[in-house]
């Protein structure tokens, strides 16, 4: 894959893509990572990015030509997603990360300022991407957050057994607790069950671990997550009513069709 990223402030990239997973995605030949200033494609002495709304109303307003003209050289007419980070985008998720890691190639464009001349977003935007609902000073940050959930996605970018698929958001539950050595620490135990050695009653507990976090404190996240109707029955009991998912009624609420 090849990642392009536009900005004004290119010095926000290099400590994080060049940290842990990220670097070694790199190092790997998996990911080319290009973080590019939109100040070099500016014309003027003080190579300015930004102007004055029309209309009035304050604030600045990034200018397309840098823009245009950056996007233009580096894709020429290849045919690459155009990805603009703004707080008006879709709220980025999991299978947004899945979906954008099967791209050969994706084009980040940070917003700044008040926003984009809205040019920009018509005529070469194809996809706008929030990554919730906060204000950032820039997108920037965001495009840091949508690279790294994308990379750690390619096969190979991750250094552990664990495979990406089994991570929390992608089974649609959060995890349950974790725990390493010492057995007790402070007077506080490690569930006997973990140390048991029993890898089907181990299995049984975190997966109700799983559930009962996920009822406290995502209950949203149950409408998505794929149950057994044992699971459901167990629910049932705490008092949750649903939704669930279902393969073929809630086919509206998923976000891959
Ligand atoms: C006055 C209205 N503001 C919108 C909430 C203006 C505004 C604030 C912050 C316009 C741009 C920004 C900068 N933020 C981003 O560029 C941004 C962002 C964000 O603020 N939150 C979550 N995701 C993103 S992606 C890009």
Same mark, same amino acid.
């Given at each position: 894959?090849?990642?392009?990223?536009?900005?004004?402030?290119?010095?926000?990239? +290099?400590?994080?893509?060049?940290?842990?997973?990220?670097?070694?995605?790199?190092?790997?030949?998996?990911?080319?990572?290009?973080? $590019?200033?939109?100040?070099?494609?500016?014309?003027?002495?003080?190579?300015?990015?930004?102007?004055?709304?029309?209309?009035?109303? /304050?604030?600045?307003?990034?200018?397309?030509? +840098?823009?245009?003209?950056?996007?233009?050289?580096?894709?020429?007419?290849?045919?690459?997603?155009?990805?603009?980070?703004?707080?008006?985008g879709r709220v980025f998720n999991q299978e947004m990360a899945q979906a954008l890691a099967q791209q050969e190639r994706l084009l980040?464009?940070? /917003?700044?300022?008040? /926003?984009?001349?809205?040019?920009?977003?018509?005529?070469?935007?194809?996809?706008?991407?929030?990554? /919730?609902?906060?204000?950032?000073s820039g997108g920037e940050l965001a495009a840091m957050v949508v690279v790294d959930a994308v990379v750690r996605l390619l096969p190979?970018?991750?250094?552990?057994? =664990?495979?990406?698929?089994?991570?929390?958001?992608?089974?649609?539950?959060?995890?349950?607790?974790?725990?390493?050595?010492?057995?007790?620490?402070?007077?506080?135990?490690?569930?006997?069950?973990? =140390?048991?050695?029993?890898?089907?009653?181990?299995?049984? $507990?975190? =997966?109700?671990?799983?559930?009962? =976090?996920?009822?406290?404190?995502?209950?949203?996240?149950?409408?998505?997550?794929?149950?057994?109707?044992?699971?459901?029955?167990?629910?049932?009991?705490?008092?949750?009513?649903? +939704?669930?998912?279902?393969?073929?009624?809630?086919?509206?609420?998923?976000?891959?069709?």
């Amino acid at each position: 894959m090849r990642i392009d990223i536009l900005t004004i402030f290119p010095d926000m990239f +290099p400590c994080v893509l060049n940290t842990s997973i990220l670097k070694r995605a790199q190092d790997k030949g998996l990911v080319e990572i290009h973080v $590019w200033n939109l100040r070099d494609w500016t014309t003027d002495k003080h190579q300015t990015t930004d102007d004055t709304p029309y209309g009035g109303g /304050g604030g600045m307003i990034m200018k397309p030509e +840098p823009i245009f003209a950056a996007v233009e050289t580096l894709l020429g007419e290849e045919k690459v997603p155009v990805i603009l980070l703004t707080p008006q985008g879709r709220v980025f998720n999991q299978e947004m990360a899945q979906a954008l890691a099967q791209q050969e190639r994706l084009l980040f464009i940070c /917003g700044r300022y008040e /926003g984009v001349d809205e040019r920009v977003r018509e005529h070469l935007v194809t996809e706008e991407i929030s990554i /919730g609902d906060y204000v950032l000073s820039g997108g920037e940050l965001a495009a840091m957050v949508v690279v790294d959930a994308v990379v750690r996605l390619l096969p190979g970018a991750l250094g552990y057994e =664990r495979a990406a698929a089994e991570d929390s958001h992608a089974t649609g539950l959060l995890e349950g607790p974790h725990y390493t050595r010492p057995p007790v620490f402070r007077g506080w135990e490690v569930p006997e069950v973990l =140390r048991s050695g029993h890898h089907a009653r181990v299995a049984q $507990w975190r =997966r109700l671990q799983s559930l009962k =976090r996920t009822l406290e404190r995502r209950p949203d996240l149950l409408a998505r997550a794929p149950l057994t109707q044992e699971e459901k029955q167990w629910l049932r009991e705490q008092g949750y009513e649903g +939704p669930y998912y279902d393969e073929n009624e809630n086919a509206d609420l998923r976000t891959d069709n």
